[in-house]
């Protein structure tokens, strides 16, 4: 259980949820700059030429059922099952790895298919969105990995599972943006040169 | 100080409560794959003028579902909902004028 505080409420908590209230803010500009730029292409890809949607689609999935496996893995550390909290932690981390190698793999076809980072501002401000939230992800990855580590050193148990709590919170949160940035960068038509 | 005065409110959110079970953890991931396999779905699916409204609708659904039950804000005391809702707010209001200024509504 937390520490007695005056609101009544985890400090630790309170300081995830003010430091996510504030990421919005982050993403919010790189988003708005994102949209402002997409027109704005020139003589290199245009977003629509490039997209692979039904790739996307199966990385989107794969990052939305990793916010599954890791509210399954606080659940299991929130009843004593670490056997249970270690393999849904180690699924949430592979699942994001998964993603990972799939963003990488875009980003390599883009490359090769003329779409560098200087290429253009559309460019630009897609492969600074999209890898923001890429380094969130890869964040998270060590995050959970760490978590994994402390639970095979014993440190990891049901009293503290408010370290998974808040470490989940950050990770649901990563996919919430990418909710966000699926629809309006991906779904949402696209100019075509 | 006495705290007691201070923390009726929030102690009262803050009573202990029931996570829901694994099973009830699946049906919500059901929905959202339910909700995603739409939304990808407009991609090869005509919808024309409804096209954006409908991505904007299924998006916030999703996103409210996940912050909702996966990051328990349903369950948890309304003081963390505040704080994310207070940067949600902010951020939609400083991008909207962001992008009225540089005349985006206007220019697409």
Sequence with gaps: ?193 | MDTSETTTDVEEEHEHHEHPSDGKYMQIALILAIITAAEVATYFVHIGDALIPTLMVMMVVKFWIVAAWFMHLRFDSKMFTRFFVSGIVLAISVYFIFLTVFEFWTEG
């Design chain 1, 1 to 193: 259980m937390s520490e007695e505080t005056t609101t009544g409420l985890s400090h630790n908590k309170l300081a995830m949820w003010v430091f996510l209230g504030s990421e919005c803010l982050l993403f919010g500009a790189l988003i708005s700059t994102y949209l402002l730029y997409r027109n704005k292409f020139y003589d290199g890809p245009a977003p629509g030429d490039i997209f692979d949607i039904p790739f996307t689609s199966v990385s989107s999935f794969v990052l939305l059922m990793s916010s599954l496996t890791m509210v399954l893995a606080l659940a299991a550390i929130q009843r004593g099952d670490i056997r249970n909290n270690r393999l849904w932690l180690l699924t949430t981390a592979l699942l994001g790895a998964v993603f990972i190698g799939g963003q990488v793999y875009e980003f390599t076809t883009f490359i090769r298919e003329g779409l560098g980072y200087t290429t253009s501002p559309f460019s630009s401000a897609f492969f600074t969105l999209t890898g923001f939230h890429g380094v969130h992800v890869s964040l998270g990855i060590v995050m959970l990995m760490s978590l994994l580590i402390s639970s095979y050193r014993g440190k990891l148990t049901q009293k503290n599972s408010e370290t998974v709590e808040i470490i989940g919170l950050y990770w649901h949160f990563v996919d919430v943006v990418w909710i966000i940035i699926f629809t309006v960068i991906y779904l949402v038509p696209n100019p075509t040169s």
